[in-house]
C-alpha cells in the first residue's frame, strides 16, 4: 500500500481515437479488452465519458488545462493554447513530481513566447509546458522508425507509408499486415520504453508519467494476429441512412464534411473519398480497428505486469481514456468532429489503490474530460483551483456520490479554417462563426451551430443514431427553446473565471472556494 505521507504515482495513459463503447467491461458484444477490464476490475469504470472538443489539439487542450473550450480557445489542430493557463504537467510539477511524457501531446505553443526562427512555432505537436520529455513520438514517428531499422525492418518508407499493408497494390480494403510484428508496434514502442524508465525509479520518489498511445488513430492497419481477429461480418448495425447522399441531406454541415473526407487520410495509398467506400470495406475497416483496439489492449497488459514487477502497482493511480473518439463508418465517416456521439464518447478508467471501496463500480452519471485534471490534482491532495470547469470525480472513487452533479455531458467543435478559410468560403460566414456547441442529457441531444447554420435536436433514447432532427418540430419546439436556454446558461456560468472569482477588498484578497 502506499506509504504514510508518500504521494502515489500517478500514470496518466491516453490512447488516441479511442471510442467509448469499445470496451468488453462497457458491454460491447465483439470487442475484447482484458486487460483494461482488469484494471476497471480494481477501480471505476465512468460509462458516461465525453471529450470536450476534436480533433488532437482541441480535445486534448480541455483534458490538460480542465477548461472547456470556450475557455482554452484551443480552436483546431495549430491553434496556440495560450500561455496563461495552467496545466496538468504544471500543477504535478507544482506539488514536487518530475512529470515526464513518453509520446506526444500535440500542443501549439504560444508564439508570443517564442521566437520567431523557433522551430515549435511552425508545428502543433509542441510539448505541453511543464513535462519532461524522456520518448518524444510525434507524427513523423522517426524514433519509432529508428528503433525498427535497428531490428532489421526496412523502415525507408517513413511515416504513414510504413502503414501500409504488405504486398498491396491499389489500396483496397484488405486484412493484410503491415510489415512489422505485433511487438514492434508504436505502442510496444512506447510501452518498453516506460517499462525500462519504470526499472529506473527509486522506490522512495513518486513519480507522475504520461502515456501517448497513438493508436488506435488512423492509418488503420495492425500486425497479425489482431489483423484477423475479428470478423467484419461481426458488430453492430452502423447509424446512417439509407446512403450518404441521403446522409448529407440531413445538415448542409454533414453535406460539407462528407465531402471533405478522403480516404488516404485512413488507409495510406487509397484513393476516392470515404463515403463510396462499401458495406464490406466498412466492416473490414472496422474489424481492422477493432484489433487495433486489442493490440493496444496487450500493451497495457505489459505495462500492469511491469508496475507489479517494480512493486509499484499498488503505489500508482492509473487513469486510463481517449482524446477523442472515431466515428468508424456511422453517418458514412471516418474519423472525428461534428456533433455525433461516435466522436465523443471516450472510455474512462480510474483505479486508486487508496480507494477500494467503490472497485469495479460502473458510474453512469456524465462526465467530461475537464474533469480529469481536479480529479487528479484532488487525488494528490491539492484543492483544485476554482476557476476550472471540471469538477472532481474523487467522490465517486470513494464509493459516493456527489450531492451536486451534472445531468448533462457538453462539448464543442470549431470547424475555422483560419490559414485556408476552406469552412468560411464554404458556409460564406468568418472564422468566428465556425462553431458548435452541444448540450446532451439522458432523453435529449441540442447542437447549436454559430453563424447562419440551422440548430439540431434529437431524441436520444427514440433515436440514438441520431437520424431524425426534430430542430423544426411544432411538437418540440418548446424542448428546443429549453435546451437552447440551456446552452446559454451553461456557456454563461463557465466564461472565464480566472480572475473574476476573486475580489480585492480593503481587507485584502477575497477568494471563491468551492
Known amino acids: 500500500m502506499t506509504g504514510k505521507g508518500r504521494r502515489p504515482n500517478v500514470l496518466l495513459i491516453t490512447c488516441d481515437q479511442w471510442r467509448g463503447d469499445c470496451l468488453s467491461a462497457a458491454g460491447h458484444a465483439q470487442v475484447k479488452t482484458p486487460n483494461a477490464d482488469a484494471l476497471a476490475a480494481e477501480g471505476v469504470l465512468f460509462k458516461r465519458h465525453y471529450g470536450g472538443a476534436a ?28 500561455a496563461r ?35 515549435r512555432s511552425h508545428s502543433y505537436e509542441g510539448v505541453l509546458p511543464g513535462f519532461t520529455v524522456r520518448q518524444l513520438l510525434p507524427e513523423h514517428q522517426k524514433q519509432w522508425l529508428s528503433w525498427l531499422k535497428q531490428q532489421g ?39 518498453g520504453e516506460f517499462i525500462r524508465w519504470l526499472s529506473e525509479q527509486e522506490e522512495a520518489t513518486p513519480w507522475f508519467a504520461h502515456l501517448s498511445f497513438i493508436s488506435p488513430h488512423p492509418p488503420f492497419i495492425v500486425p497479425e ?3 484477423i481477429q475479428y470478423d467484419p461480418a461481426d458488430g453492430p448495425a452502423f447509424h446512417r441512412a439509407e446512403s450518404w447522399r441521403a446522409e448529407s441531406q440531413g445538415h448542409p454541415y ?17 484513393t476516392g473519398k470515404v463515403h463510396d467506400w462499401s458495406e464490406d470495406d466498412f466492416r473490414r475497416i472496422r474489424a481492422i480497428y477493432y484489433g487495433m483496439i486489442s493490440e493496444v489492449d496487450a500493451q497495457l497488459g505489459r505495462l500492469w505486469q511491469a508496475l507489479k514487477t517494480e512493486g509499484a502497482w499498488d503505489n500508482t493511480i492509473i487513469v486510463l481514456t481517449s ?9 458514412f465517416m471516418l474519423g472525428k468532429g461534428g456533433y455525433f456521439d461516435g466522436s465523443y464518447h471516450i472510455p474512462l478508467i480510474i483505479r486508486d489503490p487508496r480507494h477500494r471501496k467503490a472497485a469495479a463500480s460502473k458510474i453512469d452519471r456524465f462526465t467530461e474530460a475537464v474533469d480529469i485534471l481536479p480529479t487528479l490534482i484532488d487525488l494528490l491532495g491539492v484543492a483544485p483551483e476554482p476557476h476550472l470547469d471540471g469538477c472532481s470525480l474523487k467522490p465517486f472513487l470513494s464509493g459516493g456520490t456527489p450531492a451536486v452533479w451534472r445531468d448533462a455531458a457538453h462539448w464543442e467543435f470549431d470547424f475555422r479554417s483560419v490559414a485556408a478559410g ?93
Request: glycine fraction near 8%.
Open 55 to 82: 480533433p488532437c489539439s482541441p480535445a486534448r487542450a480541455c483534458l490538460y488545462t480542465g477548461l472547456y473550450q470556450m475557455n482554452n480557445r484551443v480552436c483546431r489542430n495549430g491553434t496556440p493554447l495560450d
Open 323 to 331: 482524446d477523442h473518439a472515431e466515428m468508424m463508418g456511422d453517418h
Open 254 to 270: 454533414i453535406a460539407y464534411d462528407l465531402g471533405r473526407q478522403e480516404r488516404a487520410k485512413f488507409r495510406p495509398g487509397a
Open 85 to 119: 493557463h495552467g496545466n496538468i504537467a504544471l500543477a504535478a510539477r507544482s506539488v514536487g513530481y518530475d512529470p515526464t511524457l513518453f509520446g506526444y501531446t500535440d500542443v501549439s505553443l504560444d508564439p508570443r513566447q517564442l521566437a520567431p526562427a523557433d522551430p
Open 422 to 514: 476552406e469552412a468560411e468560403q464554404h458556409f460564406g460566414i468568418t472564422s468566428r462563426q465556425c462553431n458548435l456547441a452541444v448540450i446532451r442529457t439522458q432523453k435529449f441531444k441540442y447542437v447549436h451551430f454559430g453563424g447562419v447554420l440551422p440548430p439540431l435536436l434529437f431524441d436520444m433514447e427514440d433515436d440514438p443514431g441520431e437520424l431524425k432532427n426534430l430542430a423544426s418540430s411544432p411538437a418540440h419546439r418548446s424542448t428546443r427553446l429549453e435546451f437552447a436556454e440551456r446552452l446559454l446558461a451553461w456557456r454563461a456560468e463557465h466564461l472565464d473565471q480566472s480572475l473574476a472569482l476573486w475580489e480585492l477588498t480593503e481587507n485584502g484578497v477575497a477568494g471563491y472556494a468551492r
Open 225 to 227: 494476429p489482431y489483423n
Open 153 to 191: 525492418i526496412d523502415a525507408s518508407a517513413g511515416s504513414p507509408d510504413i502503414h501500409r499493408p504488405v504486398g498491396e497494390a491499389d489500396g483496397a480494403v484488405t486484412e493484410a499486415p503491415p510489415i512489422y510484428s505485433k511487438d514492434q508496434t508504436p505502442t510496444a514502442f512506447l510501452a
